[in-house]
């Protein structure tokens, strides 16, 4: 009876991005504290506001990513959506220290890292413009149906299996 080869578990990187002194944006680091007992080959990349650490590990390869950011999105503040986000064709990026996710998955996309599949788990900001420490409590509340979400798509993807070609989408 012939032996199936050893197929390694998918890499999905959980792309925590957002700025913890600007109220609500903090919502993708406070989701990061919450993932901590994630399946082997998912890994959580908390990148603040820098872009270049995510890019990085797109570089690295991997299966999938989920992005985990407040998103204004005209909803009532604290609700919780996963989207397939559309990566728009890639664009200079004067500084990657200040990229915002879309110009993060748009240069990778034109660097041949992104991965077939993609996913933003996002909530909707009460206030991520202002400055200050600390979540809405809309955005607080939201934070345990997050993970649960990002639980949800990592779970899924790895039912799928492996997705053909990394990098290519």
């Not at 700025?19 to 082997?40: E, S």
Request: some cysteine.
């Amino acid at each position: 009876m012939p032996t199936r080869p050893h197929r390694p578990p998918l890499r999905i990187v959980v792309g925590c991005v957002g700025n913890v002194l600007r109220g609500d944006d903090g919502f993708g680091p406070a989701v990061a504290d919450r993932l901590t007992a994630l399946p082997v080959g998912v890994e959580v990349v908390e990148s603040g506001i820098g872009g270049i650490a995510l890019l990085q590990e797109l570089l690295a390869g991997c299966d999938g990513l989920i992005v985990v950011d407040a998103v204004d999105r005209g909803a009532p503040a604290g609700t919780v959506f996963v989207i397939e986000p559309e990566v728009s064709d890639y664009d200079l990026v004067p500084d990657m220290h200040l990229a915002t996710p879309e110009r993060v998955l748009s240069m990778a996309k034109g660097l041949g890292c992104l991965p077939a599949r993609v996913a933003l788990v996002g909530c909707q900001p009460t206030d991520a413009e202002g400055f200050g420490a600390g979540l809405s409590a809309a955005v607080e509340g939201a934070l345990e149906a997050a993970a649960e979400q990002v639980l949800k798509v990592v779970e899924e993807w790895r039912a799928q299996g492996s997705a053909p070609g990394r990098g290519e989408r």
